[in-house]
């Protein structure tokens, strides 16, 4: 279908261009990747980054720890990688085990560093309007519409996300795009009360299937960006097979948006590379 976006060919062709510039490289951009305990989603989060920088030519660090670390282990490893020369960006593969702070764990990241775009410094200058580095998530859904020339100004735009989520950076970037954002969460008592009246649904809530087809209008432009397990299964959020019908842009059933975040990860690297030159 027509309708359906084309993830792949944005992402090849962002890496396409990551791969020009490292041949100009003489030293490798690299990336830390810390990840804790044995999560499924997290687990294949960080595969998909390591297949990714070996695709690209970034030089991949994995730090894997059991999830009874003590959390000044992963901070002091933090601060060791803060200060190392030859690590260009340094991510935690999320979601964390709840017995550790996650604010905590992501703010030891130095911002120029931070190649997800997730201390409070970084989303501070990104609320503010200032030039930053954005959460991977957000800029990747940018990426999309600018791809597909989606006008944002005037949209109205739900986003469904719980109170952790990284995508909530982006409702900053859309209203200065222009877009008036209504926000829900899993407390919010009808969250089809507010899709039905959206020119753009965006899920990041990870609850598999939740945004189903007689949710939204047609004509709906709807972004993916949920991911569950179920028996071994993965899913997203939307409700793929009762919403494609009616969407007028659609991310795909299996990948949503995955491919294209990572891509925004091994960019914002290539990006903290250039800027210690």
Same mark, same amino acid.
């Not at 601060?79 to 992501?106: A, F, H, M, Q, T």
């Not at 569950?228 to 795909?252: F, H, M, N, Q, R």
């Given at each position: ?9 944005? *992402? ?6 990551? +791969? +020009?510039?490292?041949?100009? #490289? $003489? ?15 997290? +687990? ?48 935690? *593969? ?22 997800? %775009? ?9 609320? =503010? %309007? ?5 959460? #991977? ?13 989606? /006008? ?8 469904? #996300? ?34 039905? /009246? *959206?020119?753009?649904?965006?899920? =990041? ?22 991911? *569950?397990?179920?028996?071994?299964? $993965? ?25 294209? $975040? ?9 990006? #903290?590379?250039?800027?210690? +030159?």
């Amino acid at each position: 279908m027509d309708n359906i976006i084309d993830i792949t060919k944005i *992402s090849s062709g962002i890496e396409d261009e990551i +791969k +020009k510039s490292i041949k100009g #490289c $003489i030293i490798r951009p690299s990336i830390a990747l810390i990840e804790i305990g044995d999560n499924k989603i997290s +687990k294949m989060y960080s595969n998909t980054i390591e297949d990714a920088s070996n695709r690209v030519g970034i030089y991949f660090r994995h730090y894997e720890y059991e999830d009874n670390v003590p959390e000044l282990t992963i901070i002091n490893k933090i601060k060791e990688l803060n200060n190392d020369e030859y690590v260009n960006g340094i991510v935690v *593969s999320l979601p964390l085990p709840e017995r550790y702070n996650e604010k905590r764990i992501l703010n030891t990241i130095v911002n120029s560093k931070d190649i997800n %775009g997730v201390t409070d410094i970084n989303i501070g200058r990104l609320i =503010s %309007g200032r030039k930053t580095i954005a959460t #991977c998530i957000s800029s990747g859904i940018m990426n999309i519409f600018e791809h597909y020339g989606v /006008e944002l100004d005037g949209k109205e735009v739900t986003v469904v #996300c719980d109170k952790k989520s990284s995508i909530r950076s982006l409702v900053s970037i859309l209203i200065n795009s222009g877009a008036t954002v209504t926000i829900c969460t899993q407390n919010t008592k009808d969250i089809k009360k507010y899709t039905l /009246e *959206s020119d753009i649904v965006i899920s =990041s809530i990870n609850i598999k299937g939740i945004i189903t087809g007689d949710m939204i209008k047609e004509g709906t432009i709807v972004i993916d960006a949920g991911i *569950s397990i179920d028996k071994d299964k $993965i899913y997203g959020d939307i409700d793929y097979d009762t919403v494609v019908e009616k969407a007028k842009l659609i991310t795909p059933k299996v990948d949503g948006v995955n491919t294209i $975040i990572i891509s925004m990860l091994l960019s914002n690297t290539l990006l #903290c590379y250039n800027s210690k +030159k």
